[in-house]
């Protein structure tokens, strides 16, 4: 294999451990969204902190997809 084959095999192997744990984080945060908008409404402090995270926390599922895709095309 070639170090260009290497660093590209390992960027996919990070990007995979990653958006493991990054869908777990999405996952959660929305629930917890969910139920604060159910039992605080939109309105509420902790509300808005929490969606202000998930909104960040979707943002780095797009620029993951985003590279994943990028990655994907690159064939040996």
Known sequence: MSNLEDHV???????HDLSNHLTIAHGM?????????????????QYIRMKKSADAV???????????????VMTF
């Open 9 to 15: 095999k390992a960027e996919r192997d990070f990007l």
């Open 29 to 45: 945060g929305g629930f917890v969204l969910s139920a604060l908008e159910k039992s605080v409404g939109p309105e509420d402090k």
């Open 58 to 72: 979707q943002e780095m599922v797009n620029i993951i997809n985003k590279r994943r895709n990028t990655i994907k």
